[in-house]
């Protein structure tokens, strides 16, 4: 990490509230092909989350504390603030000197820039803003809220425009969290009612729906040079596992998550 800071736009996207489960079998039954097609192998890693809700985990995220591999670690980290007796920071670490992520790369000489979604980034009152406050620039709007059917199509277009506006020789770091997933998301099932509310298929259908737009996302962010991209889920959500719903809670649901990492090369077919 400490030759992709400086070099390198950055992209960090959290696909709030997406399970692990339900990741994983779209992206074996093919399901959603623009995504897979920048996995590792094909595949999401499963990982562990580091808050079992939006704020708790994105806290820790931009502190550095990205989802943990779910395998006996320790696992050296991509990011660390500076902190003596860290048995995550490796050499390969990119270790910044102030209280978060954000603002270490701000100071790196990046464009720090957030796309809200979920109620954490609106910006609406003290508590939900922040997060978005990490940043130089951040964006909300109703149309990127969880009520919206077409949040994620929204978000793109503004990213877009972020881009656009920036200067070529800027470097970018560009925060998009997709609200999406989050409960409601009954409106990406054809057919579904309001009344029959969410489910794990609902939940699938979300996910169909972010990835026919996110290739708009991933070409932005390679459009001015090549990007680091990190695609994950903040924590899941349960819908009647052992008898549980929704998240804050400890269940294996809301635990695991979806983790990949990649590069998008400016000007690839992969990136456009």
């Not at 939900?128 to 919206?148: C, D, I, K, N, Y």
């Not at 199509?153 to 877009?160: G, H, L, N």
């Not at 200067?167 to 609200?179: C, D, H, Q, Y």
């Not at 009954?186 to 009612?193: N, Q, R, V």
Request: charged fraction near 20%; hydrophobic fraction near 40%.
């Amino acid at each position: 990490m400490n030759d992709v800071v400086g070099r390198d736009d950055i992209l960090f996207v959290t696909l709030d509230t997406l399970r692990f489960d339900v990741a994983a079998e779209l992206a074996e039954q093919g399901r959603i092909p623009h995504i897979a097609r920048h996995l590792p192998g094909g595949v999401w890693e499963r990982r562990h989350a580091p808050g079992s809700f939006t704020f708790a985990s994105h806290q820790a995220m931009f502190a550095g504390f990205l989802p943990t591999p779910a395998a006996p670690g320790p696992h050296p980290r991509l990011f660390a603030a500076r902190f003596a007796g860290s048995e995550t920071t490796a050499g390969r670490t990119y270790v910044f000197d102030t209280p978060d992520l954000v603002s270490g790369l701000a100071d790196a000489g990046y464009r720090t820039v957030c796309v809200g979604g979920v109620g954490f980034f609106n910006r609406q009152g003290a508590l939900g803003s922040v997060l978005p406050g990490m940043f130089q620039e951040a964006h909300w709007e109703p149309e990127f809220g969880v009520a919206s059917p077409t949040s994620f199509e929204a978000q793109v277009a503004r990213a877009e425009r972020v881009v656009r506006d920036l200067p070529a020789e800027r470097r970018l770091f560009l925060f998009v969290n997709v609200p999406s997933l989050h409960q409601p998301n009954w409106f990406h099932l054809p057919g579904a009612t309001r009344g029959a509310g969410d489910s794990r298929a609902t939940h699938a259908a979300a996910l169909e729906y972010v990835d026919r737009h996110i290739g708009r996302l991933f070409a932005a962010a390679s459009s001015r040079r090549r990007c680091f991209a990190i695609v994950c889920s903040d924590h899941g959500t349960a819908y009647g596992d052992d008898g549980y719903s929704g998240h804050r809670i400890g269940h294996e649901a809301v635990w695991t998550v979806p983790y990949a990492h990649f590069f998008l090369e400016r000007d690839t077919e992969g990136a456009r």
